[in-house]
């Protein structure tokens, strides 16, 4: 468990010992930030038969109820999982079915959506009555790294806990980071790549076939599969433009860009950025077809933007 999950975990553990759980709660924090583990010691502390008590109460990972769960094999638990990306109405259907039976072994029941974010909209009004009518001893809780995106009207019935783990020099501390290209601006949206050494490789392979196309423009059509696979592509374009602006500055940065074999400046870094953030900000609303699109664009857009300060350079 994530150390900075301490907070979260003494709050659920006094309102279980207080018998004041709400019935529907909504953990909201960006990947990498723990939300999953929280939910799963969460239903697992509910569930449990023998409850090791203190400040964090425990799971005692030892009843039938503790094992069934573990197996995820426990009748009185359901995960609701998107399919195809999407959590359409029949998904959300299934939790107050769910919730109208009642409890096999235990006395309550509990349901995971872990990516609340992916529900539709006709999804997230289906889920409006379950969570408007709680049947007794039932317990939602929902998943999302950006609740922001959630209906306000889910959002609203439903009591929010937001995850913020630390950042900076503290965050770096709390994963034992001591890597030259990280720890000194080190922040949250890059906790996935810093507490998974596969997609630190990942990444690290992306921001060399991206400072390359910057750089000497090639690879336009590599960059453009590169950003449209990976679930992190567009963070990790703005995270290489960043950094790649901090090395031209000649502030600390894992990217020091050779001032002298580019005509790469901070003018047409800023830019670029710019057309990624923007990007960014409509990929949120947009389907996976149509973001396919979008990435196109964006990396052709990124390429006329280098070619213009080519062209403008040259007497
Ligand atoms: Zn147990």
New binding site residues.
Partial sequence: MKSWLAKEQTLFSQHITAGNLPHAILISGVKGSGKEDLANWLIQVIQ????IQGAILQ?????K??NLLLKKNYPDHSTIIPEKNLLGVDSVRKVSTFFEKTAQIGHIKTVLIPEADKMTVAAANALLKTLEEPTNNSIIVLLSDEHDTLLPTIISRCRLFEIRPPSGELLAQHINVNNKNHSAFINLSHLPELSSDELANEYLLFEQTFLNFLTHKEGVTAVIKMVANSPHGLRWLEKVVTNAMRGLCGWESSIQVENKSTLLNNNILWHIYNQIVATISQSKELSQANNQFMIEKLIIDIDNSLSNVNIGSKH
């Fill in positions: 449990c038969k023998n409850v799971p005692c990972r030892q009843c109820h503790c």
